[in-house]
């Protein structure tokens, strides 16, 4: 495919698969910006939607990122392109996390399958009760290929530490329930009709397990008038655990990456997800989330897979609301 060119429809579509990426609490903290004469989109840092009292490192900003960017390159190698992703390629600019170069291929583009291509649209975090359905092996094996292939690694713990992992998440859940500022910053992020198009509408926060076994967030805190009725949940949940070798701001970037990565592959099989952060959000149970058999690791996101309805979507903000088009919305074109 001849790359195509780089005007303001082209730009529109690359950054709409972008910003279709997961963020926690659907914050979407990102904003990219063109530089022409490079073809180069530069992907930031949104500080102004950043979530303190639950991400106080930013390591969960900088996940929902690189997210961002695995939607980035692969709408550009749709269009043709062969992009180059550098991560953090300023140390004196620290809010400019990835560069993406729409650089012409050498030869024959490598094809994005038309099916994950489609998925980066359909794609959305599920919170409501699966069916006892399980996933089959070979999906499962997809994925962890797909985390792989993004330098981080996905497994599927046994029924002993999925037990484990999910009382850490309880345990997190009561924490941060109880815990004034990060409560507050929780309920923060509902948004009702009219809101801004980020944080979460009341319809897609989903039930609790009403016997106890998944430990699905609670936004609403100890408001109790705010809770949907709990409801009947799978029995035995399927769930997956990312993990990266490191745990320095290039390794969130990557697993980020690849969360979307597995996200996007899931999506493809009709495999729905919901991600299980809060034991990753405060950091001694972030430390004992590791499995000690597996080696070194760093846990970076806990996964419940499985099949179910689909769920509501949440809101995006507009292409203008995210981008610096570096003058093309006036007529100028970037070489690529």
Partial sequence: MIAAVLDAATLEKLISAAVAAPSIHNSQPWHFTLVPRTATLEVRAAPERALPAIDPEGRALYISVGAAVLNLRLAAQDLGWAPEVTLLP????????AAVVLAQPAGAAPAVPARLREAIGQRHSQREPFTDQAVPTAVLTELAEAARAEDAWLYFPDSGERRRLLELTAEAERRSVTDPARSAESRSWIRGPGAAPYGIPPEALGPQDAAGRIPMRDYAGLRLAEHRAPAEFETDPCLAVLATRGDHPQDWLRAGLALEAVLLHATVHGVRATMLHQALEWSALRW????????????HMLLRLGYGPEGAHTPRLGVSEVLDDGGLADGGQGGA
């Avoid at 300023?90 to 996390?97: A, I, R, S, T």
């Fill in 90 to 97: 300023d140390p004196g600019d620290p809010d400019l996390l």
């Fill in 288 to 299: 004992e989330a590791r499995d000690p058999e597996r080696g070194p690791g760093v846990v």
